[in-house]
């Protein structure tokens, strides 16, 4: 079993930045992938950017590819999503995601945070 917990969330001006952390718990060593995905209102879930964890390979969405930056540390324990010139469009609720096979089989959620730019 995998938990995992987002935090970091809040309200930002447009061009501002955020830092989301998401903590890992439980059966860490059997995720390959680690992720983030948000859901803004009325739309459907996204992903945004992810990284794995044997050879530390990121993957980013086209449209936040040179603003947001995913890292791990402390082994699986911790993973965080650095938010760069953020643009009112990416407001939503993140959620913190790990997959046992890759980004698009993902087995393990947290419930999210918000994160709201206002121009």
């Known amino acids: 079993q995998v938990q995992l917990v987002e935090s970091g969330g809040g309200s930002v001006q447009a061009g501002g930045s955020l830092r989301l952390s998401c903590a890992v718990s439980?059966?860490?060593?059997?995720?390959?992938?680690i992720g983030w995905f948000r859901q803004a209102s009325g739309k459907e879930r996204e992903a945004v950017a992810g990284i794995y964890s044997f050879n530390s390979q990121t993957w980013y969405a086209d449209s936040v590819k040179g603003r947001f930056t995913i890292s791990q540390g402390n082994f699986k324990a911790t993973v965080t999503l650095r938010m760069n010139s953020l643009k009112v469009e990416d407001t939503g609720i993140y959620y913190c995601?790990?997959?046992?096979?890759?980004?698009?089989?993902?087995?393990?959620w947290g419930r999210g945070t918000q994160v709201t730019v206002s121009s």
């Open positions: 439980g059966a860490t060593h059997s995720l390959t992938y």
């Open positions: 995601a790990g997959s046992r096979h890759g980004r698009t089989d993902i087995d393990f």
